[in-house]
């Protein structure tokens, strides 16, 4: 009897079957990788544009000519220049001075600037929260930044 080598239908049915399904892991994977990396760029991206957000704050009380005072919802920050003043309205928070008006940080959760008890320093003490698209969020995105008034660094 001679017998022949080959594939039969249901083989190839099999093995079709185990290839679309690693294929299907490999999609939701590579997926999976690229909204991380998205979101780990727009951390990073938030990451930076609050930290110069508060060092131009920080620049702004370092440079005030007189102690800042609160206001509602901000800092107002008296300059050589004129005044400054830091606002937190509509999910931004603006600096504005005399003749214009900047949106520093977009997306923001909550900010809040107010005087820190120090026993020789005027110090002020902003902390914010940022928004986040996501849902579900392990980690808040919360940011402290501390300054002295009428110091230059």
């Not at 990788?33 to 009380?61: F, K, M, P, S």
């Not at 005072?69 to 999910?91: C, K, M, R, W």
């Not at 969020?137 to 300054?147: A, G, K, M, N, S």
Request: hydrophobic share 45%.
């Amino acid at each position: 009897m001679k017998t022949e080598r080959g594939y039969s239908i249901i083989e190839c049915m099999v093995y079709i079957a185990v290839f679309a399904i690693v294929l299907d892991l490999s999609f939701v994977a590579y997926y999976r990788y690229d909204q991380h990396t998205r979101n780990l760029r727009r951390n990073a991206n938030d990451i930076v544009r609050t930290l110069h957000a508060g060092d131009r704050w920080r620049e702004d009380v370092r440079a005030a000519i007189a102690p800042p005072h609160a206001i509602e919802n901000g800092l107002v920050i008296p300059q050589q220049s004129g005044e400054v003043t830091y606002i937190f309205a509509d999910d931004v928070v603006w600096r504005q001075t005399s003749a214009t008006r900047v949106a520093v940080l977009k997306q923001v959760k909550t900010s809040t600037m107010a005087a820190d008890s120090r026993q020789r320093v005027n110090a002020w003490r902003w902390e914010l929260e940022l928004a986040s698209p996501q849902k579900l969020v392990l980690v808040r995105p919360l940011f402290t930044f501390t300054t002295v008034a009428g110091r230059s660094s």
